[in-house]
């Protein structure tokens, strides 16, 4: 039976605030029906997805629908690209509600011009971000039904994340102080030219530009080796070619570059890298240390 259309969604900071995606997602609460206990998305999308085993006490799954396989070419010749599973949730609790949209994609390319695309739709209304070949929308409002960034972060805090998605700094983090203008996942082609430059060879990468009232703009580059033990030698070839007022860090396995004439605005986009890459470090479970030998 097809589930019913209802306003379940997060309003205008959620799902209704991206045109294309929004359009899909509709069509999707309409034409498709409930998924079952024992029924998975799939690809990498099954994986990602929140079940009510990953969610904390008082938070429930109140809705979540699937897009079937012959609805996935038209949706994905809206997104532009091959999908491999549309997937829909809606999350509740007394604190208010958390809307989900998973989009897997079957090439990496496509779902890296798909994911900049949709971090342009959103505004910075809603939280976008890339997962493998995944990208995951994320809105929320509060028991009123006013936005709110709060329960944003929070549902974002239990979805496994790259480390490149958890460190980067967050539209709602830097609201009324700077505007998201671009945000790229950096395609294979462009890892390759990073490896011809640094000599490292990179994993995954993640650029953001950020614009400022004052006319300024603020850069954030985040890039992670594929080997942990390469991160010296990938710092020490990016500050070679790095202008002085550049400021590089080593967080969480990644080498992040801020770039800014502003030295105020690179001294917050600094604190606020630091601040992520703690909270990961908090989420992470650390490995128990071996008992003392007796003397």
Not at 3 to 14: I, L, N, P
Not at 37 to 48: I, R, T
Not at 145 to 169: C, I
Request: glycine share 8%.
């Amino acid at each position: 039976m097809s589930a019913q259309r209802r306003d379940d969604g997060v309003g205008e900071r959620g799902c209704g605030s991206l045109l294309t995606v929004a359009v899909a997602f509709l069509a999707l609460a309409v034409l498709s029906a409930p998924l079952r206990a024992d029924e998975q998305p799939e690809s990498e999308v099954a994986a990602l997805r929140l079940t009510q085993e990953k969610l904390p006490e008082g938070w429930v799954v109140a809705k979540e629908v699937a897009a079937e396989p012959e609805q996935l070419l038209p949706f994905g010749e809206k997104l532009g690209g091959k999908l491999t599973a549309m997937v829909s949730q809606l999350l509740e609790s007394k604190s208010g509600r958390v809307q989900l949209n998973y989009v897997g994609f079957l090439i990496p390319e496509e779902m890296a011009r798909a994911y900049q695309r949709m971090v342009q739709l959103s505004r910075g209304t809603m939280t976008v971000l890339a997962c493998g070949r995944v990208v995951l929308e994320v809105g929320a409002v509060d028991e009123r039904g006013a936005p709110s960034d709060k329960l944003m972060e929070l549902a974002t805090s239990w979805l496994t994340l790259d480390p490149l998605q958890a460190l980067k700094v967050k539209p709602h983090q830097v609201t009324g102080k700077w505007l998201l203008a671009e945000e790229v996942v950096l395609a294979q082609g462009d890892l390759r030219r990073v490896r011809a430059d640094t000599g490292v060879e990179i994993e995954a990468g993640l650029n953001q530009l950020f614009g400022m009232t004052s006319g300024e703009g603020v850069r954030i580059s985040l890039l992670k080796p594929t080997d942990p033990a390469r991160l010296d030698r990938l710092q020490a070839a990016l500050l070679r070619r790095s202008e002085l007022r550049n400021k590089l860090l080593v967080l969480e396995g990644c080498v992040a570059e801020i770039a800014a004439n502003d030295s105020r605005a690179r001294d917050l986009a600094i604190s606020l890298l630091q601040a992520n890459a703690k909270a990961v470090r908090e989420r992470t479970p650390q490995p128990e240390e071996p008992p003392a030998a007796e003397k």
